[in-house]
């Protein structure tokens, strides 16, 4: 490839909304076969609401909401942040607070907090040790799902939506549910990469039914789901062991290491520092569909040079 033709496809790449790093990235494009599609954040908006609220039956729904959503107040994640708005909401409309609300919508501040990547997060409010996060988050601390949540959560995973659970003092105490809107984009991203002959494949950290709910949403039939965000990386290696030639597409600090190993990494830029940084182009809007653009574009700048 002359380095002249490749600059003037860096050039148009960068009308249709797509920063690349190097001219020379273009040249991985061409070989892709897979195109992996993180879920949060990518497939979806990662704009996630609070919807229902499950309690165990000793539990108060306010002192659930309260100090699931002070602990959730102190992270980044968009789960977290679903919680602790829909928290401060319903203190205000509705449910009657529970005591030590304080003014209204004002949560208490945790302390010794701890984020724990993939599962959820940790600390203490009100003297309370305080879990929220993944089922399994509440097993690494032999802390069960008594029946009526544990049913209660499945019945709303298999509607597609996320369940985390809610623990304190070693007993579980309730489910939060929370939904997150997919793209108007995304099943037309996804039919264009498949019409350019790329298989899709949507990896998640998020529980198997929600990811099998928003594949199907979009059309994508190759789900890997409950991924550890340390794994990532490591799903990406396995497909390339198995001879394929490797997309990913990412927005999150979890994103980084598979965007950084994959043949070729996009990066949402909406989303992460971390995720831009690593990827070998950005999509600047956080269109799905400009993925497809940009494979399109290479293909079309490298046949023009042979
Ligand atoms: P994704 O791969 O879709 O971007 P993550 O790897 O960030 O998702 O998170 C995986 C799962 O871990 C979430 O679906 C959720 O069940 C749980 N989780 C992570 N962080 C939190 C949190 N702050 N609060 C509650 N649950 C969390
Ligand atoms: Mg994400």
Redesign the pocket.
């Known amino acids: 490839a002359t380095p002249t033709a490749l600059m003037v496809g860096t050039g148009r790449g960068a009308q249709l909304g797509i920063l690349i790093k190097g001219p020379e990235v273009l040249e991985s494009t061409r070989r892709v076969d897979t195109v992996v599609l ?4 990518t497939v979806t908006t990662g704009r996630m609401q609070l919807l229902d609220v499950f309690t165990a039956p000793s539990t108060d729904e306010g002192e659930l909401l309260r100090l699931a959503g002070a602990l ?1 107040h102190a ?1 980044e ?1 968009p ?2 942040q679903a ?1 602790a708005a829909g928290a401060v909401e319903r203190s205000e409309t509705g449910v009657p607070p529970a005591e030590g609300w304080g003014r209204a919508g004002s949560l208490p501040v945790p302390e010794n907090f701890e ?1 724990i ?5 940790q600390g203490v409010v009100d003297g309370h040790a305080v879990l ?3 089922e399994k988050l509440l097993k690494e601390w032999v802390i069960e799902l008594p029946r009526d949540l544990a049913e209660a959560k499945a019945a709303a995973e298999a509607e597609g939506r ?1 369940a ?1 659970a809610v623990a304190w003092d070693g007993e579980a105490r309730g489910v939060l549910t929370v939904a997150d809107a997919i793209k108007d984009t995304s099943a037309q991203a996804v039919a264009e990469l498949r019409a350019l002959g790329l298989k899709p494949v949507l ?5 198997q039914l929600v990811a099998e709910s928003v594949a199907r949403s979009v059309g994508i039939d190759e789900v890997i789901a409950e ?3 340390e794994d990532k990386v490591e799903v990406v290696k396995r497909l390339q062991d198995e001879g394929r030639t490797v997309a990913m597409v990412g927005d ?1 600090v ?1 994103d980084a290491a598979a965007l950084a190993t994959a043949d070729l990494g996009l990066a949402m830029g909406t989303g992460t520092d971390a995720a831009i940084e690593a990827g070998d182009l950005t999509l600047v809007r956080g269109d799905l569909r400009v993925a497809a653009d940009a494979i399109r574009l290479s293909r079309r700048t490298l046949a023009t040079i042979k």
Not at 117 to 121: D, F, I, P, Q, T
């Open positions: 993180d879920k949060t954040g959730e992270s994640h789960i977290a919680i984020n990547a993939g599962l959820g997060v929220v996060g993944r996320t985390v990896l998640t950290g998020d529980n991924v550890l965000p999150g979890n």
